[in-house]
Nanobody, 121 residues
Framework: QVQLVESGGGLVQAGGSLRLSCAAS????????LSWFRQAPGKEREFVALLSTSDDTTAYAPSVKGRFTISRDNAKNTISIYLQMNSLKPDDTAVYYCAGRQTGTYPYHYWGQGTQVTVSS
């Protein structure tokens, strides 16, 4: 079955950087949307960034565009998705989740367990 495992969260000062990783396994992921979402305390989960594996199309939430970059790296039986986060702000504090779905389907059926990102002021 599909498994998504995040890593790389932590505590960083405002203005700093972090790189999150998501190891995806269980499929070949040829036409999939692999995305990052986040949920801050007391707020709803929100979209952060998307990468479409069929053509490497990317999309970003306006709040992170220009600061965050989503990318991927393929291995033999897995695919890793990264979220490079620069110029971090306290408002970026949240649990970050990796999510996956086949392109053209809705909603996201597969989710990781989440990784905490805390940005101190």
């Amino acid at each position: 079955q599909v498994q998504l495992v995040e890593s790389g969260g932590g505590l960083v000062q405002a203005g700093g950087s972090l790189r999150l990783s998501c190891a995806a396994s269980g499929r070949r992921f040829r036409s999939w949307d692999l995305s990052w979402f986040r949920q801050a305390p007391g707020k709803e989960r929100e979209f952060v960034a998307l990468l479409s594996t069929s053509d490497d199309t990317t999309a970003y939430a306006p709040s992170v565009k220009g600061r965050f970059t989503i990318s991927r790296d393929n291995a033999k039986n897995t695919i890793s998705i990264y979220l490079q986060m620069n110029s971090l702000k306290p408002d970026d504090t949240a649990v970050y989740y990796c999510a996956g779905r086949q392109t053209g389907t809705y909603p996201y059926h597969y989710w990781g367990q989440g990784t905490q990102v805390t940005v101190s002021s």
